[in-house]
Structure formats: structure tokens, C-alpha cells
């Protein structure tokens, strides 16, 4: 037996992000790049400002050590943060089926 959801719920799933308005795909204008390299260094660059808050590394090792037990507290996260990076994963959940459904139709000639 599967442990995927069926398909129905799948959908149910998937329709309110469909649905929203800044996931169109005629508003996201990352879609005209379509070189996968660019895509990577596109979430590099998010991480490097959202997650790492500008190469801030939250709670990153002292020293540049890589002992676990060297890693500096971390700080609390600002207010909004999870907002925030819940909206950009979301957004980069949205690109990348677009992505994946272009390169499809690319290599099956639809």
C-alpha cells in the first residue's frame, strides 16, 4: 500500500496556491529564465538574505568550527520572519512546478 495521499486531496492541496493571484504564471517573472543553474543561484541568493539574514549565519559555528557544539545561540528570529518565509516558499513551491511542467512539455514536444 501507498502512503501518498490520494489524488483528490492532492488537488484539494494544490488548487488554493493555484488560485492566488500572485502565482499566476503570467506574474512570475522567473519563469523567462529557464537555465537551471540560474534557478539555483536564485534560491542562493534567497537563502543568503532571508535565511542567513545577510550572511548573518543565525547560529552558525564560532570560528567557522564545524563542532556542533561550537555553534554560537542563536538568535530569536524577527517578527514576520515565518511569514515571510513561508510567502517565499510558497512562491518557490509555485515556480518550480511551473518549471518542472515547462521541461516536460519541452521534452515531450507538447
Not at 6 to 28: D, G, I, M
Not at 41 to 66: C, H, L, Q, T
Request: charged share 25%; hydrophobic share 40%; net charge positive.
Amino acid at each position: 500500500m501507498s502512503s501518498l495521499p490520494p489524488k483528490s486531496q492532492l488537488r484539494n492541496k494544490a488548487t488554493p496556491f493555484r488560485n492566488r493571484q500572485e502565482f499566476k504564471r503570467r506574474r512570475l517573472n522567473e519563469l523567462a529564465n529557464t537555465e537551471f543553474e540560474s534557478w539555483a543561484k536564485e534560491s542562493f541568493e534567497i537563502a543568503m538574505k532571508m535565511a542567513y539574514r545577510n550572511d548573518g549565519r543565525i547560529g552558525g559555528p564560532r570560528a567557522g568550527n564545524n563542532d556542533c557544539a561550537m555553534v554560537a545561540a542563536a538568535p530569536v528570529l524577527p517578527v514576520g520572519y515565518v511569514v515571510s518565509a513561508s510567502r517565499i516558499a510558497d512562491r518557490r513551491m509555485i515556480l518550480a512546478g511551473y518549471r518542472l511542467a515547462n521541461l516536460l512539455m519541452r521534452l515531450l514536444g507538447n
